[in-house]
């Protein structure tokens, strides 16, 4: 069984950055994309960023221009650097990885204070 560990949240005061990692706990085979996914309190989990196997990136609206996100295929590592934090960037963070399923994390909190 995969199990991918995030790590790297934290609070942070608004306009400042902070770097997610996830890693996997073993090789992952079939990769298709990468990504985050984030879920504000009282709110559904949304798309925040996503980098496909031959390396092309999508992000949400509401991140462009701050966050990015980067890969090492070769960890089966995916990162998220996230810089101008904003309050509404408050959420839990989950990294997924896309095969024929969908592998997620537990999460991590990132807590952004205005």
């Known amino acids: 069984q995969v199990q991918l560990v995030e790590s790297g949240g934290g609070l942070v005061q608004a306009g400042g950055s902070l770097r997610l990692s996830c890693a996997a706990s073993?090789?992952?085979?079939?990769?298709?994309?990468m990504g985050w996914y984030r879920q504000a309190p009282g709110k559904q989990r949304e798309f925040v960023a996503t980098i496909t196997s031959g390396g092309s990136t999508n992000y949400a609206d509401s991140v462009k221009g701050r966050f990015t996100i980067s890969r090492d295929s070769a960890k089966n590592t995916v990162d998220l650097q996230m810089n101008s934090l904003k309050p509404e960037d408050t959420a839990v963070y989950y990294c997924s990885v896309t095969t024929f399923i969908a592998y997620w994390g537990q999460g991590t909190q990132v807590t952004v204070s205005s």
């Open positions: 073993r090789r992952i085979f079939n990769i298709n994309a």
